[in-house]
């Protein structure tokens, strides 16, 4: 954990140690609120979250009277957190709740991180006790179900999958089947995310999902989104919240990119908090997101 703050820290530090600074200039002149605004907003925080946070540092500024480092950062902390959101259930539903095996779909545009976060979640499950069933239901790229089941294999996980270009939901089915068999605790469900037209995604991820829940109840529907992508990621997830319920939301790639703020953006965008974030490529690179966490990691 101490590894994974350190790695977040560095990487996303200029945001609200950029706030901070700002923050702490003797006069807090017009131009220096422009540029916390543009700070935030080059960090991906969205337009009208940066206004209201704006607006809040501004009056709470001005009450405070006397600015140490210490208030400031207290301050800027508090609103972070409140952006970020605190009250929000990230846990990852990986308990059913009945006898058959919690089911959770991974869904998100090819090269977003997809099977990797498929890996890294199955690691994280076993490593608890928990035995997990794989599906590799992107049978779009040619690569991702040998990638999966290698995650599998090294993990101690069982992929199900079936021929290249197969149909994903009768993979889904069987991966659910096979769950149930096993007595498996959770399967994880691979998908494909191809954005080529939208009735194709929804056709296709309908109907794994329809599929599924002819075995019982779908559990949680994560969308992975690439936190490098900015803007684009945001239009994703509008898309494939209107192809299907998305429950949380996985940001990968947070060590590459100093955009944190996306975090806000996408939250507000689908309603849905982000539940796990992507920290690098290795195995233990998946983190839960915890909002003071990731707020201290952005002050630095
Ligand atoms: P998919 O097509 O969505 O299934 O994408 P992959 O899982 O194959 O990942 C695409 C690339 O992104 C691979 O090279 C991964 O190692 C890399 N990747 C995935 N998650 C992360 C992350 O959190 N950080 C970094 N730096 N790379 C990641």
Known sequence: LVRLRARL???????????LTLLSREHLDEDTWEEIEETLLIADVGVVP???LVERLRERV????????????????????TLVGTDFD???????????????????????????????????????????????ADTFRAAAADQLQTWGERVGARTVRGPE??????????????GIAEGADVVLIDTAGRLHTKTGLMDE???????VEKHGPLDEILLVLDATTGQNGLTQARVFAEVVDI???VLTKLDGTAKGGIVVAVQR??????????????????????????VDALIG
């Open 247 to 249: 429950t949380g939301i």
């Open 269 to 294: 965008e689908l309603g849905v908090p982000v539940k796990l974030i992507g920290l690098g490529e290795g195995p233990d690179d998946l983190a839960p997101f915890e909002p003071e966490a990731f």
């Open 90 to 136: 990230r846990a990852v539903k990986t308990e059913s709740g009945v006898d058959t095996p919690a089911v959770v779909m991974v869904v998100g545009v090819n090269g977003t991180g997809k099977t990797t976060t498929t890996g890294k979640l199955a690691r994280v499950l076993v490593a608890d006790g928990r035995s997990v069933v794989l599906g590799a």
């Open 165 to 178: 270009g197969g149909d994903p939901a009768s993979i889904a089915y069987d991966a659910v089947k096979e």
């Open 9 to 19: 820290a560095r990487s996303q530090n200029t945001l609200g140690k950029g706030l």
């Open 50 to 52: 940066t206004q209201e």
């Open 205 to 211: 991820l309908g109907k794994v999902k329809r599929v």
């Open 62 to 81: 001005k009450v405070l009277g006397t600015r140490t480092p210490a208030d400031l950062r207290a301050l800027l902390k508090e609103e972070l957190l």
